[in-house]
């Protein structure tokens, strides 16, 4: 019983180390659904600003 | 200009090598042989006798040495070639950098895609590649680097995505710009190369979609075209990789062979020849402060009255004398031609064009109608271009859930399978439980509603490539307008159906900022394909029957509820006139069964990924959540009722009870409220932790059940509630990529606090509505 509670909570904490990272990654923009990412719009948005609209 | 094939050249070198010493991509001169007679005139034969000039075209290190001598290629091994004594002369460019550029839906990312096996996002609409891509090829020991552009009309930018086109030419000044032109519509594709041709980069045009232009009638005398223009044309047809190789051989000879690839220069006439010599002889007076432009387009671009110019000139000492010649040559221009110098400019650059096609293109046949005329005369009709829209997205939806119905109930059947197993396998527990519950129980859930989503992106894919979205956002030109956007707003949007991500980057296409913000912020609305899960399990639990039609009216809420919200934006916080619509309709193409594969394919493995990541991580999380504390004590005889205790009495069912006042108006309870909190991470999170809640909840016999078998017999859930729960999830904030994606593009926080609260304000009062009034009516 013990040895489950172990492995169990060494999933967990696997589990929440994967999803933070994801999260993070997220977070840059990056790691969406079926899309050519955005690696850096850094550059854009800089352009955007730059220009009067 | 820099030049790359002398930047990397190394000089000679008296010093002698031997052929296994060689460098991949060098060129050398062949000494001598230290061998016999025999061995000797074995390779003289072969055409490598002493003096003679070859490149290494491979020399991995291990194994036989390639080259090219006499246009000839040959494999030695390493021990002859340890006996070839050789003298290095040239290294030649093993590093070419190129630029695809051309007009929006030229096929500048199919050639992309062709030359470095990358498999970027392809449509036939314009305005799909809005950020440049780069990837690289090795082509016999040549690294050839390749940047592909979003497609730009002109240099003069007039949307963020023309300019990042134009910066990147002009300032990264690529070895060679491949200019990448739609031979189906020729001569306004190459008013973009009149331009190019003034920068003083060698240019190639590879004449994309000849097929096309073959079957409109139009036979193109490629050389003829290219000795007009002064560069090598190579025709090509994209999609089917022909061309591909000519093209490389041209971008190789360009660079080391000195063939002809610059352009002939432009004469505008000669009163504006003159004007432009002139303003050009003031900027070459301080030509470290013209970092590097060529002069004549500077000048060119002076008159044209291109205002970034002015940013460029800002440190030059004469400036203001600049400045004063050009108004007072605009003005003599003027009164001359009796037009703007624009005018006068792009009328000349025309006549270039149209001198070069009358000499080199010959016409079969007079163009009247095409098949995609007759098409576009029902499909951007203005009453039956509607009626069609309205039926090709019924009929997305539509398949997208009764086709997938009999692949997701095996798939749903697989998994159950699956559970069996694994609670015979592992003892009975908390393993076991986070096995079954957790980790099948919310994965699974989510991996069921894949033939859903393969389904919808191939229809996507479909629409995208056949040339489809271009007539949408046509027709929706009418009503955007009324609501004060125009109808380049609409290919965002549809986008979205896909993922918000893309179509939050692809609203560069709106040069108007303003217009460009009021459509990301509705974009959200457009249900993406994250959502598609939750649609397709709670509209399969309630509505089995017609889940299709359901699901297209909350495909449908979303358009409207992007309508209404537009209108109200632009009465309040963005007032305005919306900016005209000018966007181009491209012809109808049959797409390709390898084009829709590979973006199905794409899309299909990226759920999965997802599946096996993301959501398998959130699963064990939630499972925790629901799981812990243990409480061991037996409190009810009935093992579903202790279990339903347990799960309430677990870390998320305080958590979830705790919103449970917010959210019982609107008719969810608390399992409900923590589905729709998890989905922040992702939409899908929303469909596995359902499923996940009820593994851990339900510990009665009908554990064998489905997840949506188990959601039709919740007495929570009633045909209201569910109705209730799909509009909460189509309208609230979207997922956390996005968000990132939205605060970079807007590059504002403000903007994106306003995106979160006002869509999860929107989707509460509208949820509100539809529950309430469901109740009113004794819908529920």
Not at chain 2, 262 to 272: D, M, N, R, W
Request: hydrophobic share 45%; net charge positive; charged share 20%.
């Amino acid at each position: 019983m013990l040895l489950q509670y172990l492995i169990v909570f060494a999933v967990v904490i696997i589990a929440a180390i994967v999803v933070t990272r994801k999260l993070l990654y997220q977070s840059k923009g990056r790691g969406c659904q079926g899309c050519n990412c955005p690696g850096k719009s850094e550059e854009f948005r800089k352009l955007i600003k730059s220009k009067e609209h | 200009m820099k030049n790359p094939a002398l930047t990397n050249t190394e000089p000679a070198s008296a010093q002698e090598l031997r052929l296994n010493q060689a460098k991949l991509g060098c060129s050398y001169i062949m000494i001598d042989l230290d061998g016999g007679s025999k061995l000797k005139e074995k390779l003289y034969s072969m055409g490598l006798n002493p003096g003679v000039k070859f490149r290494v075209i491979a020399n991995s290190g291990a194994g036989p040495i390639g080259i090219e001598v006499r246009q000839t290629k040959l494999a030695i091994g390493r021990g002859m070639a340890a006996k070839i004594r050789i003298s290095e002369e040239v290294c030649k460019q093993t590093e070419i950098t190129i630029a695809l550029a051309g007009n929006p839906n030229s096929g500048k990312t199919t050639i992309f895609n062709g030359l470095t096996g990358t498999n970027q996002h392809v449509a036939n609409y314009p305005g799909v590649t809005v950020e440049k891509k780069e990837g690289q090829l090795n082509y016999e020991g040549r690294v050839i680097r390749v940047i592909d552009l979003p497609g730009t009309y002109s240099l003069s930018a007039n949307s963020p995505e023309e300019s990042i086109a134009c910066n990147e030419i002009i300032e990264r000044k690529p070895d060679i710009i491949v200019g990448i032109v739609d031979a189906s519509n020729i001569e306004r594709n190459l008013y973009l190369f009149t331009q190019l041709a003034e920068l003083g980069i060698p240019i190639i045009i590879a004449l994309n979609m000849s097929d096309l232009a073959r079957n409109r009638g139009l036979i193109i005398d490629h050389r003829q075209l290219g000795r007009l223009l002064g560069v090598p044309v190579i025709p090509m047809i994209g999609n089917k990789k022909k061309g591909q190789e000519e093209l490389l051989e041209a971008i190789v000879a360009c660079v080391e062979k000195d063939i002809c690839c610059k352009p002939t220069p432009i004469s505008y006439g000669a009163e504006l020849d003159a004007e432009l010599a002139n303003i050009k002889g003031l900027l070459e007076q301080d030509i470290a402060q013209i970092n590097g432009y060529p002069s004549r387009w500077l000048a060119l671009k002076l008159i044209e009255g291109d205002e970034p110019i002015q940013r460029i000139l800002a440190n030059h000492s004469q400036l203001a004398i600049i400045n004063q010649t050009v108004q007072k040559a605009r003005a003599k221009l003027r009164s001359i031609f009796g037009e703007d110098t624009t005018s006068v400019i792009t009328d000349k650059r025309y006549g270039y064009i149209s001198g070069a096609c009358s000499e080199s293109i010959k016409r079969t046949a007079e163009h009247r109608h095409d098949i995609s005329d007759n098409i576009d005369f029902l499909l951007i009709h203005p009453f039956w271009g509607m009626v069609f829209f309205g039926l090709i997205m019924w009929l997305m939806f539509y398949l997208t859930f009764n086709l997938a119905e009999k692949p997701v109930e095996l798939i749903e059947k697989a998994m159950g399978a699956l559970s069996v197993l694994a609670s015979n396998i592992l003892p009975a527990g908390i393993l076991q439980s986070l096995v079954v519950d957790g980790i099948i129980g919310g994965v699974g859930g989510v991996i069921v509603f894949l033939p859903n989503i393969m389904i919808l992106f191939l229809s996507i894919a479909i629409l995208e490539d056949t040339g489809y979205m271009a007539r949408a956002a046509f027709i929706m030109d009418r009503i955007m307008h009324k609501i004060g956007l125009h109808g380049k707003s609409f290919i965002p949007m549809l986008v979205g159906f896909g993922c918000s991500v893309p179509a939050y980057m692809s609203s560069r296409i709106i040069e108007d900022k303003t217009d460009r913000l009021v459509t990301m912020h509705v974009t959200t609305f457009m249900s993406c394909g994250a959502r598609l899960p939750v649609y397709v399990l709670v509209c399969g639990a309630f509505w089995p029957q017609a889940a299709g039609n359901v699901m297209f009216s909350i495909y449908v809420l979303g358009i409207l509820v992007a309508v209404g919200v537009v209108k109200l934006l632009r009465m309040t916080r963005f007032k305005g006139v919306s900016a005209p619509f000018v966007m181009e309709l491209p012809p109808y193409r049959v797409p390709t069964l390898r084009s829709l594969i590979l973006h199905m394919g794409e899309r299909s493995l990226q759920y999965i990924r997802k599946a096996g990541t993301m959501i398998l991580g959130f699963s064990i999380i939630m499972w925790f959540l629901m799981s812990f504390p243990q409480n061991h004590e037996i409190i009810f005889g009935d093992e579903g009722r202790q279990a339903a205790y347990n799960l309430e009495h677990s870390f998320a069912g305080k958590l979830g009870k705790l919103t449970e006042p917010l959210i019982k108006p609107l008719g969810f309870d608390w399992r409900m409220g923590v589905a729709i909190f998890s989905g922040f991470a992702a939409k899908e999170v929303v469909v596995s932790t359902m499923g996940t809640v009820y593994g851990v909840d339900d510990k009665s016999d009908k554990s064998s059940l489905t997840l949506r078998q188990r959601l039709r017999q919740d007495p929570a859930y009633s045909r209201l509630t569910a109705y209730a729960f799909l509009v909460f999830v189509l309208l609230y904030m979207p997922c956390m990529s996005a968000m990132a994606v939205f605060l970079r593009e807007t590059g504002s926080w403000k903007e994106l606090l306003f995106q979160i609260s006002y869509t999860t304000a929107l989707a509460y009062a509208l949820t509100l509505i539809v529950y309430q009034g469901g109740k009113l009516l004794g819908l529920g």
